[in-house]
């Protein structure tokens, strides 16, 4: 029989923008409170769950079975982007032979809200065997997972943000929040920096702006545009122009830099009806240019060219000597700017 077409009286209405807005905002005053009840159960078992960490020469093998499973593969992930080797192994998995990625040198942080789940449970007498440290993010303490735990954290909630209060919800956001804790805190522990950071972020935006240096970016050679201090202001413009980096480096017979000429200058002179064969660079060219040095990150360039307004920067070595140069373009295709 062919599905008859919906009537006006089977279309549920749609609900008012503000009936939308108020859903929204309980559920966030829920998980606000969830989370805000988590810092006055801070103490002695937060600490020892830290010094696991810290102290664990394998890695964190962090483990969670559904919405629990998600959560606990970002907390994996935060861990190891800052400074605690870790992964996440499934615990259904873990039956079917992953159970040997937990070595005797590893720690396991095992996440379950109801203390109970089956896989996680399973996994309890191959722990022991092993004799690695158990810590177990729950919200009843008390359950198995909780009673066989090194250190168990209480994460528990008085209500999930579901309003059939049946779908993870405040929970699993009390449970990444205290993850974070627990990252944070070994993280600072370690003395783990922004440096550090960047190191294993190599591909992000932070990791550019700390690990590229000058010299990764520079021009050099036949690119860098440069004339004597003699040469007439017509042959600055042509190299100028040729070298497309906006400047001109004036520099003498030993390559040390004397100044620059930039498009703001060649603006500058011309409004002065210049002679453009006449008038020798020595005479409009910037002293005392701003320069940079070759191993000097990338983003001490971009702040140079942003505090003074420029474009473009001269290289110069430990002597003055020009090595290489570097634009606003430049830093934009690399990402640090």
Known sequence: MEPQPATPATIAPQPADESLLAAARR??????????????RLG?????????CLACHGRVVVTGMGK???????????????GTPAFFLHPAEAGHGDLGMITRADAVLALSNSGETPELVMLLPHLKR???PLVVMTGRPASTLGEAATVVLDVGVEEEACPLNLAPTASTTATLAMGDALAVAVLEARGFTAQDFARSHPGGSLGRRLLLHVEDLMRTGAALPRVPPEAALSEGLIEMSAKGLGMVVVVDPQERILGVF??????????????????????????????IGPRELAAAAVHLIELHRITALPVA??????VGALNVHDLLRAGVM
Do not use: N, W, Y
Not at 27 to 34: D, F, S
């Open 27 to 40: 559920a966030l005053a829920v998980e606000t409170r969830a989370v805000g009840a988590l810092a006055p």
């Open 44 to 52: 002695p078992g937060f600490a020892r769950a830290c010094r696991i």
């Open 68 to 82: 629990s499973g998600h959560i606990a593969g970002k907390i994996a992930a935060t861990l190891a982007s800052t």
């Open 130 to 132: 092993l004799a690695v």
């Open 262 to 291: 930039t498009d703001g200058d060649l603006r500058r002179a011309l409004e002065q009806q210049i002679d453009v064969h006449r008038t020798r660079m020595r005479a409009v060219m910037t002293a005392h240019a701003k320069t």
């Open 317 to 322: 070595d430990a002597h003055q000597r020009l």
